[in-house]
C-alpha cells in the first residue's frame, strides 16, 4: 500500500511557473510507474506525464516541452515542474502510483487566471 500526499497549486498568473510534489510513504524504488494526471471541471481525467522506475518519462501532448517529471529517490517523491501555463491548465492535478494496484492522491487544485 502506499499513501500519496500532493502539494504546490495555488493560483498562478498565464506564463506563469508551478511546481507540484507527490510524496509518497514508501520508497518509490519499486512502483513500476508514477504519474501526474488532471480533471478540468465539467471533464474526465486526463494523463498528464509518467515515469517509469526505469526513469522513461512520457506526456500528454498538450504540455510537452512546457512540463517536466521528475523523481528524488531518496524523498520518495515525484515533481511536476509547469512553466508556460495556460488558463486551459487549470484543473485539479493528482499523481497516481501503479503497482499491483493503482494508488491516487487527495488532489491539489490549479488555477491558472489573471
Known amino acids: 500500500q502506499v499513501q500519496l500526499v500532493e502539494s504546490g497549486g495555488g493560483l498562478v498568473q498565464p506564463g506563469g511557473s508551478l511546481r507540484l510534489s507527490c510524496a509518497a510513504s514508501?520508497?518509490?524504488?519499486?512502483?513500476?510507474?508514477m504519474g501526474w494526471y488532471r480533471q478540468a471541471p465539467g471533464k474526465e481525467r486526463e494523463l498528464v506525464a509518467t515515469?517509469?522506475?526505469?526513469?522513461?518519462?512520457n506526456y500528454a501532448d498538450s504540455v510537452k516541452g512546457r512540463f517536466t517529471i521528475s523523481r528524488d529517490i531518496a524523498k520518495n517523491t515525484v515533481y511536476l515542474q509547469m512553466n508556460s501555463l495556460k488558463s486551459e491548465d487549470t484543473a485539479v492535478y493528482y499523481c497516481?502510483?501503479?503497482?499491483?494496484?493503482?494508488?491516487w492522491g487527495q488532489g491539489t487544485q490549479v488555477t491558472v487566471s489573471s
Open positions: 515515469v517509469t522506475s526505469g526513469g522513461n518519462k
Open positions: 514508501r520508497s518509490i524504488v519499486s512502483i513500476n510507474v
Open positions: 497516481k502510483a501503479g503497482t499491483l494496484y493503482n494508488y
